[in-house]
T-cell receptor, first 117, second 116 residues
């Protein structure tokens, strides 16, 4: 079965703190993709990152970084020096590779992050 | 970058009426679009896969007669909620893959439906 677990339902931090959002996935596919999306209060989903199963390199983009570890089936997301604008719901998702584009994304339940001033 | 746009962003209707939501890919052609539904503080639930020129593929448990999907062109898919009831009130989001891109879904702004 394919599944994405975001164990943290809600996280509250004070501005400038670092925060890590956990994502654990299950899949039997050897080729798959992992995603993180941000959903601010406005509702629109914003793509943050895509990682394929063959690329375990960690990625850093500004204050955002991602740690992909196949050994533990985890794809954790860290925000460094958090800001109020980071307040949002963050979703982790898993896509299994198929020929063509009719891939189905399996979504975690989301982690609601509140960054307080 | 790729842009997917939805209209209307908010709609309020009376129970029993039908509501149409449009999803457009603004700078690319999308042979496939996806319709999601999101309840408050919940994850996204895939409702159906919309295929240009053919019937949509509905997920288990989604009533195809209730949620009519039409994908008449490569840039437009529509979701019509027929005979809407208060329980249909929700946030509906469409998405599409950018062709030839690395594989991420681009999402519309979402449409919040309130049925009175």
């Amino acid at each position: 079965a394919q599944k994405v677990t975001q164990a943290q339902t809600e996280i509250s931090v004070v501005e400038k703190e670092d925060v890590t959002l956990d994502c654990v996935y299950e899949t039997r596919d050897t080729t798959y993709y992992l995603f993180w999306y941000k959903q601010p209060p406005s509702g629109e989903l914003v793509f943050l990152i895509r990682r394929n199963s063959f690329d375990e390199q960690n990625e850093i983009s500004g204050r955002y970084s991602w740690n992909f570890q196949k050994s533990t089936s985890s794809f954790n997301f860290t925000i460094t020096a958090s800001q109020v604008v980071d307040s949002a719901v963050y979703f982790c998702a898993l896509s299994a590779y198929n020929a063509g584009n009719n891939r189905k994304l399996i979504w975690g339940l989301g982690t609601s992050l509140a960054v307080n001033p | 970058g790729a842009v997917v746009s939805q209209h209307p962003s908010r709609v309020i209707c009376k129970s029993g009426t039908s509501v149409k939501i449009e999803c457009r890919s603004l700078d690319f052609q999308a042979t496939t679009m996806f319709w999601y539904r999101q309840f408050p503080k919940k994850s996204l639930m895939l409702m159906a896969t919309s295929n240009e020129g053919s019937k949509a593929t509905y997920e288990q448990g989604v009533e195809k007669d209730k949620f009519l999907i039409n994908h008449a062109s490569l840039t437009l898919s529509t979701l019509t909620v027929t005979s809407a009831h208060p329980e249909d009130s929700s946030f509906y989001i469409c998405s599409a893959y950018y062709p030839g891109g690395p594989g991420e879904l681009f999402f519309g702004e979402g449409s919040r439906l309130t049925v009175l």
